[in-house]
């Protein structure tokens, strides 16, 4: 082997075993707890407007003012401003090195991984605002924060097709989120060796019923988007919390939001067992 190719092979094996360090691996598993919690506290929330009490956000925002009452409340928000970094960190290794499973270096799972990086960085900067005490930056409505996002591009040229196209790419991605749910797609992701016979039922259950109710939530984000699009009107567009509550506007009225609600409590329980059973 000629030494000019010999380095450049070692630097990328290296690289590659750091991407797959300890170190990341643990930094992957603190951001699937740190997303549990904030699943968790809000389908509590949204649980609480479900049976008439309306004056929390059930949104990111709320589930921080929420941790923020508590003792310690500080330091637990640091703690998930730092573990959504984690899964941030693990997301940019697997766009760079490839992922874990037989799928992981293909072109388009690289690309979802980065989009995800983006995702969790931002959310993660967002919550680190928060806990520095720049709380607008952290925990404004995600109502307004939609609106204002989508009065904005509705006043750049195309914005109408822009916006509906966002909506439309939401809601696919909701309906997405779900039928994998229902597939049990998550198995793959899974080590489900160690797992007894009880509990791989209960993650099943628990991993379903979570990316069900995570999905439609999407879903019926983006459509609002396609009607603020439409409409020519970015008060149409909702963030999670009016998201939420719209659904106690149908004939199920409350009860759907509330079986919403459990559904994202259960995606947060979802997401610890992905930090201790998911291949990373």
Same mark, same amino acid.
């Given at each position: 082997?000629?030494?000019?190719?010999?380095?450049?092979?070692?630097?990328?094996?290296?690289?590659?075993?750091?991407?797959?360090?300890?170190?990341?691996?643990?930094?992957?598993?603190?951001?699937?707890?740190?997303?549990?919690?904030?699943?968790?506290?809000?389908?509590?929330?949204?649980? +609480?407007?479900?049976?008439?009490?309306?004056?929390?956000?059930?949104?990111?925002?709320?589930?921080?003012?929420?941790?923020?009452? !508590?003792?310690?409340?500080?330091?637990?928000?640091?703690?998930?401003?730092? #573990?959504?970094?984690?899964?941030?960190?693990? +997301?940019?290794?697997?766009?760079?090195?490839?992922?874990?499973?037989? *799928?992981?270096?293909?072109?388009?799972? +690289?690309?979802?991984?980065?989009?995800?990086?983006?995702?969790?960085?931002?959310?993660?900067?967002?919550?680190?605002?928060?806990?520095?005490?720049?709380?607008?930056?952290? $925990?404004?409505?995600?109502?307004?924060?939609? !609106? *204002?996002?989508?009065?904005?591009?509705?006043?750049?040229?195309?914005?109408?097709?822009?916006?509906?196209?966002?909506?439309? #790419?939401?809601?696919?991605? #909701?309906?997405?989120?779900?039928? !994998?749910?229902?597939?049990?797609?998550?198995?793959?992701?899974?080590?489900?060796?160690?797992?007894?016979?009880?509990?791989? +039922?209960?993650? *099943?259950?628990?991993? @379903?019923?979570?990316?069900?109710?995570?999905?439609?939530?999407?879903?019926?984000?983006?459509?609002?988007?396609?009607?603020?699009?439409?409409?020519?009107?970015?008060?149409?567009?909702?963030?999670?919390?009016?998201?939420? !509550? $719209?659904?106690?506007?149908? $004939?199920?009225?409350?009860?759907?939001?509330?079986? @919403?609600?459990?559904?994202?409590?259960?995606?947060?329980?979802?997401?610890?067992?992905?930090?201790?059973?998911?291949?990373?």
């Amino acid at each position: 082997m000629h030494p000019t190719t010999a380095v450049p092979r070692i630097g990328r094996g290296t690289a590659q075993r750091a991407a797959r360090s300890s170190a990341v691996r643990v930094a992957a598993r603190g951001g699937f707890v740190a997303r549990g919690v904030i699943y968790l506290l809000v389908g509590v929330l949204a649980l +609480r407007i479900a049976f008439g009490d309306s004056g929390e956000q059930a949104d990111r925002g709320g589930a921080l003012a929420e941790l923020a009452a !508590r003792p310690f409340g500080h330091v637990l928000i640091w703690a998930l401003g730092v #573990g959504l970094a984690g899964m941030a960190l693990w +997301r940019l290794s697997e766009a760079g090195f490839g992922a874990a499973g037989p *799928d992981g270096r293909k072109a388009g799972t +690289r690309l979802l991984s980065f989009a995800r990086f983006v995702f969790y960085a931002v959310v993660s900067l967002s919550v680190m605002s928060f806990a520095a005490g720049e709380k607008g930056s952290g $925990s404004g409505a995600s109502d307004q924060q939609s !609106r *204002d996002a989508t009065a904005q591009v509705l006043g750049l040229p195309g914005g109408p097709w822009l916006v509906g196209a966002a909506g439309v #790419g939401i809601a696919v991605a #909701g309906v997405w989120i779900a039928v !994998r749910a229902a597939l049990r797609k998550f198995h793959r992701h899974l080590d489900r060796s160690g797992m007894s016979p009880r509990l791989r +039922r209960g993650v *099943d259950v628990l991993g @379903i019923s979570g990316g069900l109710a995570r999905g439609g939530v999407f879903a019926a984000a983006g459509v609002f988007v396609v009607k603020a699009a439409v409409a020519y009107d970015p008060d149409r567009a909702k963030g999670m919390d009016d998201t939420l !509550r $719209s659904f106690a506007d149908t $004939s199920a009225g409350p009860w759907l939001l509330a079986a @919403i609600a459990a559904g994202l409590a259960l995606f947060g329980l979802f997401s610890f067992t992905m930090a201790r059973w998911r291949n990373v």
